[in-house]
């Protein structure tokens, strides 16, 4: 469970950059991919640290589902919410629900009950 633990401290960190990225990356004007940046971000953020720091491996397990289940909406975000045409977000939201994905999927399958 230390790997999944591990992995989700990671997934808080990047709901840290998802929070900082509309201001880094210019596109804080656009209030709809910086919303869903910095909504997305604080739930990554609450859920990463509570599996990092919960001790059931069930609830680590589930939260990691649901992490990647956040990275999924990173990736599909631009083109339901339609700022696609803002190039910084949609690019920062896939490549970051990209990762989010992989490590919320590794974390869940590094768990045997």
């Known amino acids: 469970m ?33 919303w869903d940046a910095i909504i997305i971000g604080v739930v990554l953020v609450i859920l990463g640290a509570w599996a990092g720091l919960a001790n059931a491996s069930g609830t680590v397990k589930a939260l990691s589902w649901v992490n990647a289940v956040l990275g999924l909406w990173l990736i599909i975000a631009p083109f339901i919410l339609a700022y696609s045409s ?24 590094s768990i045997k009950e």
Request: hydrophobic fraction near 65%.
């Open 2 to 34: 230390k790997t999944a633990k591990v992995l989700n401290w990671v997934i808080a960190i990047g709901g840290v950059w998802e929070i900082l990225a509309p201001f880094i990356l210019s596109y804080s004007a656009a209030k709809t991919p910086m």
């Open 86 to 109: 803002v190039k910084a977000a949609m690019w920062n939201d896939i490549i970051v629900g990209i990762i989010i994905v992989v490590l919320g999927v590794w974390a869940a399958q």
